[in-house]
């Protein structure tokens, strides 16, 4: 039997379409009056969770759709997953929500066994793991780990900090709060706190109106698609990129303690780097002695076809820090190097210290995609997709543009001529059942789930088809 | 009967202390196997959270603890609190787990009651929130909700960003990314991320070798103890502090936004502002243009005898926003003013906006709180246990200085004289049964949960007093 009918035997079998608008009369009713409590401007529809189930997203009005975007990438099992359903009813569970600890002080006594379950997914060779809240707080605090082992490198990482440092930090000034940057792509998404927020470049309305630290911005790849058939080019532009980022470690004002990148540029337009591209960027980081942090908020857990996306890229020594969040439902970062822990307790700290109720969670989400092998699953199912989008592309070239993510699993993206056909595009997909995310201005982006199968691939081809022949 | 019978009818009637040392041997031989992974220098012992009850933290050695420190102050209704615990097993609650929403887009049909839930215990006045995920990230997001507010007040809340600003802003640069500050306080704690820890003051090790905002420092007042008898020089510190605030927002070399401040200075060292400080804040906000943000990520929920710390301020108009966390369990920011929300969508966003199941949690709390009405409790209850700390004050004036809280309920601190003596007094007060917290160097701070009654005070000045009785 199939992964998602063990999970879902009554999954639908299709869309189920009850509406001529969407959002529906119902989820308009909703959102109006969600807007008394909530910011309720950024609402496609409000969402009935009790009916959804697997694959199928079910909103207020009835409407079944099948959802290739898993909230924002986020939903890694389908959802009502059984399994995760006992670990929510655990005696675990139930007293990490309400006995939550402050883990760094008062860890309890399964708290080992809790985070020695979510590095049984670690990326290969990551043996360590500090968690968080969310993406952007994952990158924040592997921004502050890397920080720490910049300047303890340069101060030796047993020395103390001098009475210079102890004074100046307190009023904010180096060398105790010393000028130190990371450096990230344009077009990078990192989260939208203040320094991931520096370090995010996609569009404006993330940052608009908040002080930034100066930080260096490099270029990532555009590629010329299909790939196979501009090897020469793209190579080109691999070498131009990391020219730029090598000259920017040279010339840039103040140190750079660390390099942050995407495996796949993600909300940015799914923007690919080739294996050489980051072989690359991990020699310039030893070159320079910054760490290289690689943000798999977004592609982790799978859906690239390996549990970590970064796997494809067979970097040698290992990327130092790998963050994560969104389909773990926890949020932190992996690392390898004892030296990444600050040389010191209490400088990587605070009250929770992550949330012991998310880290189960991740944990019982782990078990299940280890035990399913939904990486394979995620790969054979997008291999299977890609080449009927191929053939799709062929027909309607102009509404498949660039079609990219091959031998990525199901992370496959394609870009329409701008922002208003693509947003029609994806306004019309929801007339035929199904839910589809955009990124860029201009580019579709699949994220289904990690249970998704050739029967909703078909699905959605066929769905896509409808709504293109019509243009 | 009393709430803490009501809730825990099996609540042991006093401590209990098994070993000589603490950690214990169980606990030292669990916290060095954490130590394989996850940094466990901090933990002070490890926790049996299955055992423990009501005021009582149970540790794997079998110790059981009064706890007057209730995890680092944010454990509010008791240990396994049964009205929580049916929370916590409720329908809403595991789908909330498993099938997290991203609630900017996809909000399901309960996300508006349950935003409401915590709307009911909201400051006095305030009628918005929005949700976070703990209390640097509660206080970065008004940072940004802040300078969203600041930049469209000067634009003109509906005109559109202009074309210098969408481009400068994806470099990091002005316009786009305005240089502006938040202004906060001299031995102020806010959070520990980058923006938050700029307005961190507390200890350098909370910040050290962090790149830093340059963002104004003013200073917190530093009252004579006991208050009654030192009005005038009280008096004369809290304009001297508010003629520093003045001062800065005249000469500070970038516009000042917000002003940032703690009804408490909690990890600071339990540092008092007056009505009239506080008052002469709000005016000084006033005159200025700024936002007043007061951050009650500790002091919110009760302890200080009302729900809100500042509410014993009579602030008028009130504090443009207020920061929670810690006893809530749940992390965001109240407001009222509607131009607080941003003047378009996709401005205050990020994937999960909060966590649906913390903030069912926190409506479970609240409606506790307001159902027993556990402020007046705090202040009944902290009345009583101040005039016994008075009296132990007058036998041990050495170890209990600069006694602090009187009327702000449960909030009690008291200093000795330097941090050798109080870390001894900490660790001695293991070896009567009490788990008891410090705060700046050499201070004790009392943050018992609000199920604390006259009897657990009872209880706590009698092991003071065995403690103390031996020096």
């Known amino acids: 039997m199939s992964v998602s009918a063990t999970y879902f035997p ?49 909103d207020v009005d009835g409407n079944t759709y099948l959802d290739v975007y898993a909230q924002i990438a986020s939903i890694p099992l389908g959802y009502n997953n059984p399994a995760l359903i006992e670990a929510a009813k655990s005696d675990k569970m139930i007293r990490a929500i309400v006995d939550r600890p402050a883990i760094g002080n008062f860890p309890g006594k399964d708290t080992e066994e809790i985070i020695a379950e979510i590095l049984k997914i670690a990326p290969k060779g990551q043996d360590k793991v500090w968690s968080g ?28 900090f001098s009475e210079e440092e102890n004074v100046s930090v307190m009023k904010g000034q180096s060398p105790g709060s010393p000028d130190l940057a990371i450096l990230s792509f344009e077009r990078a998404f990192h989260g939208r706190l203040f320094a991931s927020g520096t370090t995010t470049s996609s569009k404006p309305i993330h940052k608009l109106d908040l002080p930034s630290f100066n930080w260096p911005k490099a270029e990532y790849p555009s590629y010329k698609y299909p790939l196979d058939k501009h090897e020469a080019e793209n190579k080109e532009e691999d070498k131009r990129c990391l020219e ?43 070159k320079y002695g910054a760490l290289l942090i690689v943000d798999e908020v977004q592609t982790g857990v799978g859906a690239t076809g390996k549990l970590w996306a970064h796997e494809h ?83 309607y070239p102009k509404y498949l543009q660039d079609l990219r993510g091959k031998n990525r699993a199901t992370f496959i993206a394609w870009s329409l001529d701008d922002a208003t056909a693509r947003n029609k595009f994806l306004a019309d997909m929801k007339t035929v059942g199904v839910n589809i995310g955009g990124c860029a201005e201009n580019s579709v982006r699949l994220r289904p789930t990690l249970v998704f199968e050739e029967k909703h691939a078909d699905l959605l081809v066929e769905a896509i088809e409808k709504v293109l022949s019509k243009y």
């Open 10 to 58: 009554t999954e639908p079998t299709a869309p189920t379409v009850k509406t001529t608008e969407f959002p529906g009369e119902k989820s308009k009713v909703a959102i109006k009056s969600l807007g008394t409590v909530f910011d309720s401007r950024t609402a496609y529809f409000v969402a009935d969770y009790e009916k959804s189930i697997g694959n199928y997203l079910v």
């Open 133 to 160: 809240l969310s993406g952007a707080d994952a990158n924040e605090l592997a921004f502050k780990a890397t920080f720490f082992w910049y300047q303890s490198k340069k101060r030796g990482y047993a020395n103390p």
């Open 244 to 286: 730029i980022v090598d000259k920017l470690f040279q010339t840039w004002k103040v140190p750079i303690a660390g390099l942050l990148v995407e495996p796949i540029q993600s909300e940015g337009g799914d923007n690919h780097g080739s294996k050489e591209f980051f072989q690359g960027l991990r020699d310039i980081t030893l």
């Open 313 to 395: 890229f067979e970097l040698s020594p290992l990327p130092d820090i790998v963050t994560f969040s969104k389909k773990f439902q926890s949020a932190g970062y992996y690392f390898h190097d004892p030296e990444i822990v600050p040389n010191q307790p209490y400088r990587q700290f605070n009250t929770w210290c992550g949330d012991p109720a998310r880290i189960i969670l991740a944990g019982a989400i782990g078990h299940e995609v280890l035990k399913h092998d939904l990486p394979a699953l995620a790969q054979k199912v997008g291999t299977y997709l890609f080449t009927k989008l191929e053939a799709l592309q062929q027909k």
